[in-house]
């Protein structure tokens, strides 16, 4: 067992911790830039040796402490270790004072990341390479004093680096990627990248910009602006014998673009022109900087990077009414996922900016009078509806329509629109006969429901007498309240609905949604989500199925166990348990995947939020069929969902080309079909099919990437299956 552990630990702490301190440093945690990066940080062996050493350490020493295992993970720790640990193997000898001071450092940046980690992560800011500029400090100032520690020209002759490690053939192919004939401004770009990890050569650049690429089409575009902006403006303000060095352009300007370019904001045109902006700022910042550390013969290293990258952030953070530029809210650690899911998740969870309300009726009414209605609906009161109940021939009563009781929405029930206490109750309202008005009691008899600390609803004109509650009841969504009635300024029954943010009766109203009903269409229901019905309307509340309310009602502490058949035809199973985060945000975990999938259910609706962990598990697969499911009796309507770009597994070379230019617009788009379907046998209503689908539009030419089926039975998803061109899913539910 203890073993095991070791072994767990390696490959879920240590192993992830270690990669991702490569790539983070381009705001990644990416594999494949990881690997890149530490394989040409060898090329200058004693220096990648050194480096990743620190970071060993560094992750090491974390672990063992306790701090927590997702800023580990993602290599936020560890990372300017590795930046010390190449920097030291590039300046100094090996050696056992040289060994020991490394360890020295590495423990000293891990003790400043996590300091400032504290202090700055409280206003929302980022500490970036300032531990490796403070670190390297301590190191080169009192360097002198150390007799056994020397100096190295191995940057300078690293060419024997290369000799020493494969020989004649590997120096031959080095000394002539080296002396490639390209043109200038790519030389100086790929020497640039290189010289961020202490290099000054251009196949370690070029390795590292054609990872950038594969990785992120976004931050490569955004390394090139930085990078042309830098070179551009030293020229026309003539400093280019102080700024334009490799390590300037490379640790400096071309981390401030990717930075603020993609990854601490989300990429637009906007976040691009700040980009060209930002950098002659760091121009001025670094001149200034090198000059004042060169009083003490400190380097400025990428200091100035960490200034403006910080300073700009936190200037970001104190606006009142953000705009333009968008911080990222959910850090993805990829400019284009975080765009992606940014645009998707700016439409489909605006619902989380409501307290969902529902209609407050049962049964099809019509809505007379909408917002800014051209009757009362007017100024401060315009944001209200009006609703009655009509027959076929279009007439809200029958007989002659002399009498209240002949209307058909008289003394009909009315219904609390969502959860609350109540906070008032007037109910001392005669009703009017018929085309009378009473202007002295303009609201008549009301209720107004506090269901949230400035949010009220009103609902007037009711039947007096006709209360059900009393002022302080907490009532819930769907309770009996009154009955409608034609009271106050009525000139025949019909119920009236505000909402307002003070108790008062008659506040000012909000424009504020409805969360789900449905509306008659031309030929069908068509449900609505977090809109506000028309005027005209025919509009209904939804009605909740139960064998989908219960099987998708998946609680905190509940458990879920599925068997399957990979693509290889073994089986396996997963065990998912639900829990709530700190937050009392819903998920699945899987254990044995380490997969979160995190979930809403509002009792109309379920659906997924993020998934985070392994994609190739069978969480993910579900995450991807049941992306949002209605509870509700949905008919033959088919739902459409919108699904971020990055969720595409099929990455062809379209979205590719689309990355580039997906911050200044999109033409490909991605979303979730899901449509119910019961048995043929209509004596089987306990076996209910979802059939879900994910389509890609490219220029408006649809395509299918998967297709789902969920099953549903006794209360439970009792099997579900997930199919694309390369991979079959089926699962079935283990009944344990």
Not at 3 to 23: D, E, G, K, M
Not at 68 to 90: E, P, R, W
Not at 187 to 200: A, T
Request: glycine share 6%; aromatic share 16%.
């Amino acid at each position: 067992m203890p073993v095991q552990r070791h072994i767990n630990t390696f490959r879920n702490i240590i192993l992830p911790a270690t990669l991702n301190s490569y790539s983070v440093i381009f705001f990644f945690n990416n594999k494949l830039l990881a690997i890149v990066i530490m394989l040409v940080s060898f090329f200058n062996f004693f220096a990648g040796l050194s480096g990743l050493i620190a970071v060993l350490v560094t992750v090491l020493i974390a672990n063992s402490m306790g701090f927590d295992k997702i800023q580990l993970k993602n290599g936020v720790y560890s990372f300017n270790a590795l930046l010390t640990g190449i920097g030291m193997g590039t300046f100094f000898d090996p050696g056992l004072v040289f060994y020991s001071l490394l360890l020295l450092a590495a423990l000293l940046t891990l003790i400043l990341s996590v300091t400032f980690g504290g202090w700055l992560y409280k206003y929302g800011l980022p500490f970036l390479s300032i531990p490796f500029v403070i670190t390297f400090w301590f190191i080169v100032l009192p360097s002198s004093q150390f007799e056994n520690l020397g100096l190295t020209q191995r940057n300078i002759y690293w060419m024997n680096e290369v000799y020493a490690i494969g020989g004649n053939s590997m120096l031959n192919f080095f000394q002539t990627m080296d002396s490639l004939p390209v043109h200038k401004m790519a030389d100086i770009y790929l020497r640039s990248m290189s010289s961020i990890f202490f290099q000054d050569n251009l196949i370690t650049g070029l390795f590292i910009t054609i990872a950038l690429l594969i990785c992120s089409r976004i931050a490569f575009s955004l390394s090139i602006i930085g990078f042309v902006s830098a070179y551009f403006f030293a020229k026309f303000s003539g400093s280019a014998a102080a700024s334009i060095t490799y390590y300037n352009i490379g640790a400096n300007y071309m981390m401030v673009a990717i930075a603020i370019g993609g990854f601490f904001v989300i990429p637009s045109k906007y976040s691009y022109l700040w980009t060209v902006l930002l950098v002659p700022l760091t121009s001025l910042v670094l001149l200034f900087m090198s000059k004042l550390l060169g009083f003490i013969q400190l380097p400025a290293f990428s200091l100035p990077f960490s200034f403006v990258v910080i300073l700009f952030v936190y200037f970001l953070l104190l606006r009142t009414n953000p705009s333009k530029l968008k911080l990222t809210p959910i850090q993805y650690y990829s400019p284009e996922i975080n765009l992606y899911t940014f645009n998707n998740n700016k439409d489909r969870f605006s619902n989380f900016l409501y307290f969902p309300l529902h209609l407050p009726f049962w049964g099809e009414w019509t809505v007379t009078q909408g917002h800014d209605g051209k009757h009362t609906h007017k100024g401060d009161w315009g944001k209200a509806f009006d609703f009655m109940l009509f027959d076929d021939k279009s007439k809200t009563y029958a007989s002659n329509g002399l009498f209240c009781e002949n209307y058909y929405c008289y003394n009909k029930p009315v219904l609390s629109p969502a959860d609350g206490f109540v906070e008032d109750i007037i109910d001392n309202v005669d009703d009017n006969e018929i085309g009378n008005v009473n202007t002295t009691d303009n609201w008549g008899n009301t209720i107004i429901i506090r269901h949230l600390p400035g949010l009220y609803t009103q609902l007037s004109h009711l039947k007096k007498g006709s209360f059900k509650v009393s002022k302080g009841n907490f009532v819930k969504q769907g309770d009996l309240l009154a009955h409608c009635g034609n009271s106050g300024r009525s000139p025949e029954p019909h119920l009236h609905f505000q909402v307002q943010i003070t108790p008062t009766l008659g506040s000012r109203t909000i424009d504020y949604p409805f969360a789900y009903y449905y509306e008659m269409g031309e030929k069908e229901l068509q449900l609505h989500q977090f809109s506000k019905p028309p005027e005209g309307a025919l509009v209904s509340g939804v009605t909740t199925n139960i064998l989908l309310k219960t099987a998708f009602d998946i609680t905190p502490n509940s458990i879920l166990k599925y068997s399957y058949l990979n693509e290889k035809g073994i089986e396996n199973s997963e065990l998912w348990e639900a829990y709530t985060d700190a937050y009392n945000y819903k998920y699945l975990y899987c254990k044995e995947t380490e997969s979160s999938a995190f979930y809403v259910n509002d009792g109309s609706m379920f659906y997924f939020t993020a998934f985070y962990g392994n994609k190739e598990s069978l969480l993910y697969y579900f995450y991807l069929s049941a992306y949002k499911v209605f509870l509700g009796e949905a008919g033959n309507t088919e739902m459409n969902d919108a699904m971020p770009l990055s969720i595409i597994r099929n990455k062809k070379i379209s979205i590719w080309l689309h990355d580039f230019i997906a911050p200044f617009c999109t033409y490909i788009r991605v979303w979730h079909c899901i449509k119910q379907e019961y048995c043929t046998n209509l004596l089987d209503v306990e076996l209910l099919f979802l059939k879900s689908k994910i389509q890609v539009s490219v220029f408006g030419k649809t395509r299918t990437e998967s297709n789902s089926t969920i099953t549903l039975k006794e209360n439970c998803i009792i099997e579900f299956t997930y199919e694309t061109s390369k991979t079959k899913i089926q699962a079935k539910w283990l009944n344990s």
